[in-house]
């Protein structure tokens, strides 16, 4: 498969799992963006106890948890889309956003 097609479904699967937004999906994503639970943990201001807890099944995020990582985690994924696209260009990458986040649904 070429590698622009592979970076393609990899983004698209970040936005699928951005989307969905449960304790599972937060673990896939960090799998996928390569970072450990304290920097996950510190990113989306949370302990890393607490990540742990929701990575295991043992508490469950509030749905504001939820809103917030899926904000924070936005920008890793924007990092992503404009190296695919090749562009820093905040139109382009958003119009990609919009086109995936639908197809996502």
């Known amino acids: 498969m070429p ?7 990899q983004v698209n699967n970040l936005i699928t799992l951005l989307r969905i ?6 673990t896939q994503l960090r799998i996928l963006l390569s970072v450990d639970s304290y920097d996950l943990a510190k990113r989306i201001g949370v302990s890393v106890q607490t990540l742990e807890l929701w990575e295991k099944g043992e ?9 917030l990582w899926k904000i924070k985690l936005s920008s890793y994924i924007d990092e992503k889309i404009s190296t695919l ?4 260009n905040n139109e382009i ?3 990609y ?8 649904a």
């Open 97 to 104: 956003w919009a086109l995936m986040w639908d197809f996502a």
């Open 3 to 9: 590698e622009e097609l592979l970076e393609t479904k």
């Open 21 to 26: 937004g449960d304790a599972k999906s937060l």
């Open 93 to 95: 990458t958003n119009k």
């Open 59 to 67: 508490e469950q995020p509030l749905s504001i948890n939820q809103a």
């Open 85 to 88: 696209l090749g562009t820093n």
